[in-house]
């Protein structure tokens, strides 16, 4: 409480205590001299206590408000943490199965030097809680002011721990410089490479993982017919030393005979994490559908750690839409679609999209508990007694249509005479680079 409450507080007791001192005599017959001294002193006793009370019960809510600012940071902290060794242990595994690979022979030095500062990172991993590192210096850290570290006298330093540090340095002054792109890239048009080699795109992809330059690129999901925005899907778009990106259809295959699409996929799955965070705390209800691969599905271990990440932070799951493609959904053993469940259980929903036809067994995917399925304009003018009976099964179902790849006007007018509830396209809006 501010110094001036309690001077305020103090003297009103004090100032009634000394009236009735002063008056009491004269407006109370019965009441003698010693009577009004009594009286004085148990109006400035019970000012006193009243005093106390208010005073306890402000420094209370102070106190809880601090604790829950703290619980807060250290939450933030944690998933960081618990995020950062599930990001190491993929691109260990995704270099590992690189190194392995025949057809990066040319290129195993580079490979050996990303496997290198990986294992010294996951040796370390330790000293993340350590807050003298400062590694983490976004707006929740910021207001933490970093203390000198003290010299430990005698102690003898490793080189590959000062070039660790300095490496981390190095990486905060980098990332700052890629906010930076990011932020001149929400105003520019971003430049993509295209007719690359396979070679050169697995160059750049290994170069992106290893210097974190796996970028989100948001598209909006809309209601029709207002076209307002609803969700929007996450995109990742590898990005070269010059700010250039190469997009998904240039390097998913390339990546996936490589190894390293579950690297990927896990670094576009905490960036969306993060965007959710800062959604929910702006109030805002947005969802946001994170397309996975078939590679990503089957690993076990990702799914543990993920599943136990959401059942922590429950908040989430709401605004989190798992997407497969429909052919490897199908393609998925009894236990993928166990994780899968546990996944949907704690709030998370499902969608399924490259759909390539309308003969499908709605209620077994509703069963499935599937909530959303894209499916793209063209199949509904192959047959229209087949799309009128495909929407009506619909209807009846708690599954949501999403017709992709709405380009022009024309198109739009098409899907809005089959009354669907929402569309995604370059019409609506391409996908951009999420804010930094």
């Known amino acids: ?23 009491g005599p004269s407006y109370i017959p019965d009441l003698q001299t010693g009577g009004a001294m009594l009286l004085g002193l148990w109006i400035f006793l019970a000012g006193v206590v009243l005093h106390e009370i208010i005073t306890r019960r402000a420094n209370d809510e102070e106190t809880t408000a601090k604790l829950e600012t703290l619980h807060h940071n250290q939450a933030v902290l944690r998933d960081r943490i618990s995020w950062t060794r599930r990001e190491i242990k993929g691109m260990a595994e995704a270099f590992e199965a690189a190194g392995q690979s025949s057809k990066l022979s040319e290129e195993q030095n580079i490979i050996n030097d990303a496997l290198s500062e990986v294992n010294l990172l996951k040796t370390l991993m330790p000293r993340l809680t350590d807050p003298y590192l400062g590694l983490f210096d976004d707006e929740e850290s910021s207001q933490f002011k970093e203390p000198e570290r003290p010299e430990v006298v005698g102690q003898k330093r490793q080189a590959t721990k000062s070039d660790f540090l300095d490496d981390f340095r190095n990486e905060r002054s980098l990332r700052a410089r890629q906010k930076t792109v990011a932020t001149n890239a929400t105003k520019e048009e971003v430049s993509v490479l295209s007719d690359l080699s396979e070679t050169e795109v697995l160059s750049i992809v290994r170069r992106s993982l290893r210097d974190d330059r796996i ?5 909006p999901v809309v209601a029709l017919p207002q076209r307002k925005r609803k969700f929007y899907e996450c995109f990742s778009r590898l ?25 990927i996929d896990n670094m576009l799955l905490f960036r969306c994490v993060q965007i959710i965070r800062k959604i ?4 805002e209800d947005v969802s946001f559908f994170v397309n996975l691969s078939s ?23 709401p605004h989190l839409i798992i997407e497969v493609g429909q052919d490897e959904f199908l393609d998925l053993k009894a236990s993928e679609l166990l994780s899968l469940e546990r996944l949907i259980g704690h709030g998370c929903r499902l969608s399924l999209d490259r759909m390539k036809t309308l003969d499908m067994d709605l209620k077994a995917l509703a069963a499935g ?18 799309t009128k009976k495909f929407l009506h099964d619909l209807r009846s179902l708690p599954i949501e249509l999403v017709v992709e790849k709405i380009e022009t006007e024309d198109a739009l007018v098409q899907v809005l005479d089959q009354d669907v509830a929402y569309g995604q396209g370059y019409l609506f809006g391409e996908p951009r680079p999420a804010k930094p």
């Open 1 to 23: 409480m501010p110094l001036l409450h309690h001077l305020f507080f103090i003297s009103i007791y004090c100032g009634l205590a000394l009236i009735a001192v002063l008056f």
């Open 215 to 219: 970028d989100m690129f948001l598209q």
């Open 239 to 263: 990005r070269t030393t010059n700010g250039q990106v190469i997009e998904p259809g240039q390097y998913v295959s390339i990546a996936t005979r490589a190894g390293l699409i579950t690297a």
């Open 280 to 283: 929910l705390r702006s109030g």
């Open 295 to 317: 590679h990503t599905l089957k690993d076990q271990d990702f799914f543990d750690d993920f599943v136990d990440f959401v059942r922590g932070n429950i908040e989430i799951a």
């Open 369 to 386: 508990r599937v909530r959303f399925l894209k499916i793209e304009g063209w199949l509904f003018s192959q047959d229209r007694n087949k």
